[in-house]
């Protein structure tokens, strides 16, 4: 089992940065492919970038293709997003999120497939 809390969430201006954070808990983070997640009012939840156990592959949505870069540091148990050029579109909650997948797993875009989230932090995008 473990624990997500993100953080690093905010009120930004368009064209703005920022880096999310999410701190993981427990003892067996390299066993979890992390996501993040973003939800806005009224929005279903949608994917935006997912990595692997050891950060060697990611995957970014098209959306946020680009701007957006996901990583983590096995040793801190922490996944970031790096967000650049942030758009109007960015607002929303964002969520992080793990699950134990396989290597030959294809829906790492479906919230579906992870059991563990965080509490999500705000992200606002202002003009």
């Known amino acids: 089992q473990v624990q997500l809390a993100e953080s690093g969430g905010g009120l930004v201006q368009a064209g703005s940065s920022l880096r999310l954070s999410c701190a993981a808990s427990g003892r067996t983070f390299t066993s979890y492919t992390m996501g993040w997640f973003r939800q806005a009012p009224g929005k279903e939840r949608e ?17 946020v293709k680009g701007r957006f870069t996901i990583s983590r540091d096995n040793a801190k148990n922490t996944v970031y997003l790096q967000m650049n050029s942030l758009n109007l579109d960015d607002t929303a909650v964002y969520y992080c999120a793990a699950a134990r997948l396989s290597t030959f797993e294809t829906n790492w875009y479906l919230a579906n497939r992870y059991a563990y989230w965080g509490q999500g932090t705000q992200v606002t995008v202002s003009s």
Request: with cysteine; hydrophobic share 40%; proline share 0%.
């Open 47 to 63: 994917f935006v970038a997912v990595t692997n156990w050891s950060g060697g592959w990611t995957y970014c949505a098209d959306s």
